[in-house]
């Protein structure tokens, strides 16, 4: 008697604690919209980082080549010294004789030095490779940051296909449940043929594999999702949108393709290596 009350409250219980858990699940779910996974991965990404201190010790090479070319050099110098025990100078003569201390107990003395190097074409040689340089690591920096975005959208355009398939694909084997479990009921009751209620039967467990193939689609692409996002790959996540935000917009060809020449960094870093290696040359 005891141990059936045992197993009541068990199943009494059992269903509270199903809740709890989906509760806690969702409250761990951290929701990305299109901007914030683009921001996060700015923010997380190490390469971006480097490319960014690239570009950072360009501009210092560049204010240090200008201030090697033109600007005067300042440098200074101060030395202190403590007598431990002063020198002595000695003297003897006819009349009379003794001891002399000299120096002082302690010394100080400084310098200023001012130097203005001469303009020359040597030193406008050096900023102009280092300007140039610096261009091509902000070129570097826009062409990372492009690629990344784009990435990201690639990839959270592909978590929500992935997401809409394996919910029409939930949705598609609920009804071929209900099918197959009306189909039971009508063959019970001999409204329908033995072959009617196998096909039923079919269709629904044909179902099953197809909705566990969807779910690791869906899976492997949030993983790739979080990884772009620089995310733990065990950090749950859910992405908040619809493909309809995808703005296919309407081009003319011509203008997009000219456009695209125009502001394509990769291009523009190309040509500004072109010009780099010419000055090197002249």
């Not at 300042?74 to 000695?90: F, L, T």
Request: with cysteine; hydrophobic share 40%.
């Amino acid at each position: 008697m005891r141990i059936r009350i045992f197993i009541n409250c068990i199943l009494l219980l059992l269903p509270i604690y199903e809740v709890n858990a989906k509760i806690d699940i969702q409250e761990n779910v951290k929701n990305f919209t299109l901007d914030l996974a683009i921001k996060t991965a700015f923010d997380n990404s190490h390469d971006l980082t480097k490319v960014k201190l690239d570009k950072l010790k360009s501009d210092y090479q560049v204010t240090e080549a200008w201030g090697s070319a033109i600007f005067p050099k300042i440098s200074g110098q101060v030395d202190y010294r403590r007598a431990i025990e002063k020198s002595v100078i000695v003297i003897e003569t006819p009349f009379f004789s003794g001891q002399f201390p000299a120096g002082t107990d302690n010394t100080i003395t400084s310098s200023i030095n001012l130097s203005q190097p001469l303009l020359s074409g040597s030193a406008f040689f050096a900023v102009r490779i280092a300007e140039n340089y610096a261009a091509i690591n902000d070129l570097a920096v826009s062409d990372f940051k492009s690629k990344l975005i784009y990435n990201v959208k690639q990839a959270f355009y592909g978590v929500l296909i992935a997401k809409e398939v394996y919910n029409l694909t939930l949705l598609n084997k609920k009804r071929a449940e209900d099918n197959y479990h009306d189909t039971e009921i009508m063959y019970k009751q001999g409204l329908v043929s033995d072959y009617d209620a196998i096909r039923a039967k079919v269709q629904s467990d044909n179902l099953t594999p197809i909705v566990i193939q969807t779910e690791n689609t869906l899976r492997i692409a949030k993983n790739h999702l979080k990884l772009l996002m620089g995310l733990d790959v065990k950090e749950e996540i859910d992405i908040e949108g619809n493909l309809q935000d995808a703005d296919s917009g309407s081009y003319v060809l011509d203008n997009t393709i000219e456009d695209a020449l125009k502001s394509n960094s990769l291009l523009q870093q190309l040509e500004l290596q072109h010009n780099f290696k010419k000055i090197l040359s002249d």
